[in-house]
Structures are given as C-alpha cells and as structure tokens.
C-alpha cells in the first residue's frame, strides 16, 4: 500500500479537516485562487497546523488524475477499510437498530460514493463491500461522497455469503434488491435490525448473495425505465427504512 493518497475538490478536503485532521500532512492549493471558499479553507488549514503550498494547475490535475479539484488537493495518510471483526465489534457496542447496506460487486467509483453519501444521510451503521472485483476507497470516491467516507465504516470482506450469514445469526434480516421480486420494498419491515443488498451495475446480485436473502424485494416502476442506478436504488431503500423507523433529524 502507498504512504500517501490524495483527497481533491474543497467540499472533500474541508470533510477530511473537520473530520480527520490529524490525517491531513499538506494542502497544495492553486496559485491565484483568493476567492471566500477557498480562504475558509486556508483558515482551517491554519487552524489545524497544516502546511500549505501554492502551486500551479497543472500539478493539481496531476494529482486528481482528471477529476475536478476545484483548486485544491490534500496528501493525507491512507485510509483503512474495516475488517470483519471490526464490523463485529460495532455490532457489538451499537445501541440502536442496525441498519447495513452490502453492495455485491459495485464497481463504479462513482456510485459507490453516492452510495456512501446515501448511507450517511440516512444513519446506516457501515457499508459493506467484497474485497475482490469492486470499487474501494479513492479519490473519487471521496469526492463523490462529499464527506462520508470519514464517517460511515467500509468494511470489506473475503466472502460476502458467509458474511451475511453470520450477520442473520446476529439477528439481523437481509433483503435483497431484484427487479424481478414478487414483494415491493414497501411492504417488508425494515424496523427490525437490517442488511439491505444491492446487486452489481447491469447483473444484480450474484447468486450466493440472493440465496442469503431472507427477502427479495422491487420498487414499483411506472415508467418505461426498467431499472434505477444503483446508488439511487441503495438511497431509496436506505430512506423508506428510515420512514418506517421514524427517524428524525
């Protein structure tokens, strides 16, 4: 693993300084940008002790490796995803009524930060990915979810199957998401402790995963669109088990 990695765009590294400071070694901001965002950010730097370079554009876009950094890259101290037995101890030690989502063989970096967003916004305990064949921490992850990627766990595992099997016999109900279900999500309960499970982008869930459902489950779809993005599916359903809990802000 490398010693370093690159978190870009303001809104991710402002995320990075509120939520894991200690992780931030160097700001390398564009030379020139003097705009209010950007000195807000240079303020919490300061605050923060973190060293800051000024430096032309064309290191930035090296850096983000053409994604949009908005003036603004962070070298931090890598990130790590959590075990198996990290999960088992935030289990362990949680309080409330768990809530998981699993994303079986998403590969798109892109929704598996909205995935993460998603899963922020609605208090899910962790997000939980195989280690082989899916997307996994980067730079645009970090960027997409806007912050969530430093505090909601993504816990990777070595079998997704036994996985989930062990998490039903901590209690927990796995519904999976097929669009060829009989039941609507609408009509499962998501109150009791729950592991909701999206499939891969175009395939769906690999068949071990679907034969560990306790549920499958679809969303009713009134239009000629046979099917919804992934992390667009994973908002909905992570938001219809916060309605049926009552959740408030």
């Known amino acids: 693993?490398?010693?370093r990695e690159y978190v870009y765009g303001l809104h991710a590294v402002q995320a990075m300084l509120e939520r894991s400071p200690k992780r931030v070694r160097q700001l390398k901001v564009q030379r020139g940008r003097l705009d209010a965002r950007m000195q807000a950010l240079l303020d919490?730097?300061?605050?923060?002790?973190?060293d800051?370079?000024?430096?032309?554009?064309?290191?930035?876009?090296?850096?983000?490796?053409?994604g949009v950094h908005q003036g603004?890259?962070?070298?931090?101290?890598?990130?790590q995803l959590w075990s198996e037995e990290m999960l088992g101890h935030l289990l362990d030690k949680e309080e409330g009524v768990p809530l998981l989502l699993v994303l079986?063989?998403?590969?798109d970096p892109h929704n598996l930060g909205a995935c993460l967003r998603s899963a922020d916004a609605a208090g899910a305990h962790a997000v939980i990915i195989p280690k082989?064949?899916?997307?996994?921490l980067s730079p645009t992850v970090r960027k997409v979810a806007c912050g969530a990627a430093e505090t909601v766990p993504l816990v990777a595992v070595t079998n997704l199957a036994r996985t989930l099997k062990q998490l039903q016999q901590r209690g927990l109900w796995v519904v999976g998401t097929a669009g060829e279900a009989e039941q609507l999500l609408y009509e499962i309960d998501l109150k009791v402790p729950t592991v909701i499970v999206m499939g891969a982008e175009g395939t769906g869930m690999?068949?071990?995963t679907r034969e560990h459902c306790d549920y499958l489950a679809k969303l009713p779809m009134a239009g000629a669109v046979s099917s919804l993005n992934v992390s667009v599916t994973a908002g909905i359903c992570l938001f219809e088990a916060v309605r049926q809990r009552g959740m408030k802000s």
């Not at 079986?104 to 590969?107: I, N, P, S």
């Not at 082989?132 to 996994?136: F, G, H, L, N, P």
């Open 132 to 136: 082989d064949k899916s997307a996994t």
């Open 72 to 79: 603004v890259v962070a070298l931090v101290t890598p990130s």
């Open 44 to 50: 919490q730097a300061s605050a923060e002790s973190v």
């Open 104 to 107: 079986d063989g998403v590969t």
């Open 206 to 208: 690999r068949r071990l």
């Open 52 to 66: 800051v370079e000024r430096v032309m554009p064309d290191e930035l876009d090296r850096l983000a490796d053409g």
């Open 1 to 3: 693993m490398s010693d």
